[in-house]
Every structure is written in C-alpha cells, then in structure tokens.
C-alpha cells in the first residue's frame, strides 16, 4: 500500500536558523497538505499543494511539491520557539482515495 | 462558526468492553474522517464518512466501525477493547472530500486498563 515518510523524525533547532523538513511517498499523490501539531494540541491545517514544482510561501515557511508528484518540503527560515511542534504531510493517491500521513518531524527549538 | 467537537475528551475503559465517541462536523462540512494517534504509530487512518456513506477505509480490524447521521454527525464504535486501543481518537471534517483541507476537533484521549 502506499507509504508517507518524513525525515528527520526529530529535528533540534537553534532558535533563528533554518531548517527542512522532507516528506517521501511510494506512490505519486494528487495533492500534498501539510498540518502543525502543537504539543498537547490537534493538528492544524498549513497549506495544501496540488501542481508539479509548485512552491508556496507563507511569511517564514517555503512549501514545495516535486516535480514527480512524490515528494514535499517545508523550509522554515529563522525558526522561532512559535515553531515548536510536529510537522505532518499527507497525500491521497488520487482525488476521493484516502489521505495517508507520513510520521511527523518533531520539531524542537533551543533559545 | 464552531469547529469540530469531539466528546468524551477523556475515556477510560478496560479490556472487553465496548465505546462509542462522537463527532460534530464544522456546519456545512460533509465529510467527517476518523484517525488513531499513538506515539509509536503516528496518525493511521481509521474510515471515512460522505453522505451517511463509508466512502474509505483504513487497515484496522472490523472491531472499528463507524456511521454517520444525516445532519453529518459521526460516531466511532470500538468493540471487545484491547490495552493497543489506547490512543488519542481523532475527528476531522472538510466540506467535501477527506482529499480537501481537513479541520480537526481536539480528540478524545482512551485509555484502556
């Protein structure tokens, strides 16, 4: 069936450098859609890519799509301890399959 | 607008016995989905419902069923619990596909003794 990775699967950051994390599927998604989870908390949406090679922004963090439709990235640029949490990606194989979730990249900041 | 609420949020029950949790969907979202948190396992997919029909499901034994009513109101049935069904139950609806951006209630935390 399909598979959803991420790595890191934790990730210690210093507070005000950058950091990426990389989600990997088995199978080529219709979409990608990243989600936040505080700690304590329920995941929160982010954002949600559906073309090849897309990027989007929103203020500090940079969002990507691979060409081939199996990969994404998040880059978070000078990381705050607001960015304290997981981090998930999730893709359907195609639009109405189900959505699976890659594992998170626990996020840790260090003032 | 309300968002996604999930009750119990805190269960506890012990081996054999049987729960059921509820979701109420964000007004006018029609799909509601259903996902097992656990440390080890991550988010795993549990079914979802469109229009009081199961439209997916994941990879867990018939023990896990669900339904949905037709105001989209769910409900998650675990019968004959096991010490693994502990694990944060999570509810998400979106307004047309589980595909869609998905809004999450806050949970219901079992714990099986």
């Known amino acids: 069936g399909q598979q959803v990775m991420q790595i890191p699967q934790y990730q210690h950051v210093q507070e005000g450098e950058d950091f990426t994390t990389y989600c990997n599927s088995s199978?080529?998604?219709?979409?990608i859609q990243w989600y936040k989870q505080r700690p304590g908390g329920h995941p929160v949406f982010l954002i949600q890519?559906?073309?090849?090679?897309e990027v989007k922004k929103q203020k500090r963090l940079t969002f990507q799509f691979g060409e081939a439709k199996k990969n994404s990235s998040l880059h978070i640029t000078a990381t705050q301890t607001t960015d304290v949490g997981t981090y998930f990606c999730a893709g359907p194989r195609a639009a109405g399959n189900k959505l699976t979730f890659g594992g998170g990249t626990r996020v840790l900041v260090k003032p | 607008k309300a968002g996604v609420t999930q009750t119990p949020r805190y269960l506890i029950k012990t081996r054999g016995q049987q729960v059921t949790l509820s979701c109420s969907p964000i007004s006018g979202h029609r799909s509601v989905s259903w996902y097992q948190q656990t440390p080890g396992q991550g988010l795993q997919f549990l079914f979802e419902y469109f229009s009081e029909t199961q439209r997916n499901k994941g990879n867990f034994p018939g023990r896990f069923s669900g339904r949905q009513f037709s105001n989209s109101r769910s409900e998650m049935n675990v019968s004959t619990l096991e010490l693994g069904d502990s694990a944060l139950y999570l509810c998400a609806s979106s307004l047309v596909a589980q595909h869609n951006e998905q809004f999450f209630g806050p949970g219901t935390r079992l714990t099986v003794l």
């Open positions: 199978t080529t998604l219709s979409n």
């Open positions: 890519l559906v073309k090849s090679g």
